[in-house]
C-alpha cells in the first residue's frame, strides 16, 4: 500500500519568506511525527499529533515554527521569516497508534534549503 | 528531558566481520528501543527494536541488547555484509516521544 508522502520533495527559498511543507501519512495512523535532520546529524524531533491534537509542542525550536492537522491526516509545518540555519531535511513518521506499540513509518523528507 | 547518546560516529569492518554500535539513554521511564537504518538519501527504515521487558532480541543476523540498570542497549550486526554499510540511528522512547542518536555511519568493506 501507499507510504508515508511528503512534499515537496525540495524546496529552496529566500531567508525571510515563509514556507509550508506537507505530509500524507498512511491511512488509519493516528499518529503523526515532524523530525528536522541537519546535515550529517541525527534526528531532532519537532512535533508529536495524536488525532489532529498536538499534545507535545515542545520540540519546535522557536514561534517561527508551527505545525497542523487535520481530518486525522495530511499535516503541514510552517516555518515563518525562515532563516538559513532552517536549512535541513525535514521528515515526517506515521504511525498505527504511536507510543510503545506504533513503529514508525517515515516519509522521503523535504530538503528545504534557506539561501 | 531524556538524552541519547550513541557510539562510535563512524564505523568500518571487514566483510563478514561483526558491527557493535552502543547507545546510553538517561530517563530510566523510556520503554521501547527502536533501531533505524538510513541509506544515503533515503529515509529512515525500522530494522529492530526491543522494549524493556526484554533484554534481548535477534532477527537474522542482527540482534539488540539491552541493560536497563545500566541505562544502555546495543545494535549487534553479524556477519556484516556490503549492503550493510549505511547510518544507523538508535532512539529511546516513552509514551509518545521520541528520542534519537545522533547516529553511526557503518562502512562494510568488501
Known amino acids: 500500500g501507499a507510504g508515508v508522502s511528503q512534499s515537496p520533495s525540495n524546496k529552496v527559498t529566500e531567508k525571510g519568506k515563509d514556507v509550508e511543507l506537507r505530509c500524507d501519512p498512511i491511512?488509519?495512523?493516528?499518529?503523526l511525527y515532524w523530525y528536522r535532520q541537519r546535515l550529517g546529524q541525527g534526528l531532532e524531533f519537532l512535533i508529536y499529533?495524536?488525532?489532529?491534537?498536538?499534545?507535545?509542542k515542545s520540540g519546535l525550536p522557536s514561534d517561527r515554527f508551527s505545525a497542523e492537522r487535520t481530518g486525522e491526516s495530511v499535516s503541514t509545518l510552517t516555518i515563518q521569516r525562515t532563516q538559513q540555519e532552517d536549512s535541513a531535511v525535514y521528515l515526517c513518521?506515521?504511525?498505527?497508534?504511536?507510543?510503545?506499540?506504533?513503529?514508525?513509518?517515515f516519509g522521503p523528507g523535504t530538503r528545504l534549503t534557506v539561501t | 528531558g531524556e538524552n541519547v547518546e550513541q557510539h562510535p560516529s563512524t564505523l568500518s569492518v571487514q566483510e563478514g566481520d561483526s558491527a557493535v554500535i552502543k547507545c546510553t539513554y538517561s530517563?530510566?521511564?523510556?520503554?521501547?528501543f527502536p533501531w533505524y537504518k538510513q541509506e544515503l538519501g533515503k529515509r529512515p527504515q525500522l530494522i529492530i527494536d526491543?522494549?524493556?521487558?526484554?533484554g534481548e532480541k535477534k532477527d537474522q543476523r542482527i540482534a539488540v541488547t539491552l541493560n536497563k540498570t545500566a541505562k544502555h542497549f546495543s545494535l549487534h550486526i553479524t556477519e556484516t555484509q556490503p549492503e550493510d554499510s549505511a547510518v544507523y540511528f538508535c532512539?529511546?522512547?516513552?509514551?509518545?516521544?521520541?528520542?534519537f542518536g545522533t547516529g553511526t555511519s557503518l562502512t562494510v568493506i568488501p
Open positions: 532512539a529511546a522512547s516513552m509514551g509518545n516521544q521520541f528520542y
Open positions: 530517563d530510566s521511564a523510556s520503554n521501547y
Open positions: 499529533f495524536q488525532g489532529n491534537s498536538a499534545p507535545d
Open positions: 491511512s488509519g495512523h493516528t499518529a
Open positions: 513518521a506515521s504511525s498505527f497508534s504511536g507510543g510503545l506499540r506504533g513503529e514508525q513509518y
Open positions: 526491543i522494549r524493556s521487558n526484554v
